[in-house]
């Protein structure tokens, strides 16, 4: 890999906002919801083209001294991390304190959507690979991998470790494993704590 994620995480910043979903409410069970996208490299090795991959996140609204944020990453593969809000709402009370981050895998929901046509449709057919292969190209096509997704979530991470110093764990969930597990081969340093379920 050509890029340094350190270097490029820390000439970008998020932009939180309303979520630009509908359906997705502002505050949703104790927890304030927002959305940031971040433009990424397609290729980390080649950076002259981008995508965005986005990442929604669920604040406490009561204060808290504590500053701990947690990342789930979300199973699939295909599914993405915002679709998880209300169940991680449910399962993780605001009054814990925790700040919880849901990363899109890249392709995947809010981000740049691997789809087969103009409307993103997910059904596969001889034209969508036509499709594909017309947008991305084969060398583009293959850059929506796990190794990819895993220098995404290393930006991802730092980029908001850098206006929210504190301490960052991650859970992941079914496919979510394998994304945590690549990212722990590249970056095995970058966080002090993970879980795979």
């Known amino acids: 890999m050509a890029l340094n994620t350190t270097e490029y995480a820390l000439g970008h910043r998020c932009v939180w906002s309303t979520c630009n ?3 997705y ?3 949703y069970r104790e927890y304030k919801v927002d959305c940031c996208t971040l433009s990424v490299p397609l290729n980390y090795a080649r950076p002259n083209r981008s995508i965005a991959i986005s990442m929604s ?3 406490p609204l009561q204060s808290t001294s504590q500053n701990n944020t947690l990342f789930i990453l979300m199973g699939g593969p295909g599914a993405s991390g915002w679709n998880l809000f209300q169940s991680a709402a449910l399962l993780i009370p605001a009054q814990l304190g925790l ?7 890249r392709g995947t929901g809010l981000s740049t959507v691997l789809g087969c046509d103009d409307n993103d449709s997910q059904t596969i057919t001889t034209d969508c690979i036509t499709y594909l292969i017309s947008k991305w190209d084969i ?20 980029v908001y470790q ?6 960052i764990s991650i859970y992941a969930v079914s496919y979510g494993t394998f994304w945590l597990d690549r990212f722990l081969q590249i970056y095995p340093t970058l966080i002090p704590s993970a879980i795979m379920d």
């Open 162 to 167: 850098a206006d929210h110093p504190g301490r």
């Open 21 to 23: 979903v509908t359906g």
């Open 57 to 59: 996140r669920l604040s």
């Open 139 to 158: 060398e583009g096509l293959n850059q929506f991998s796990i190794t990819a997704a895993a220098h995404d979530l290393s930006v991802q991470i730092q």
């Open 25 to 27: 409410p502002s505050i």
């Open 99 to 105: 700040t919880i981050i849901l990363p899109d895998h």
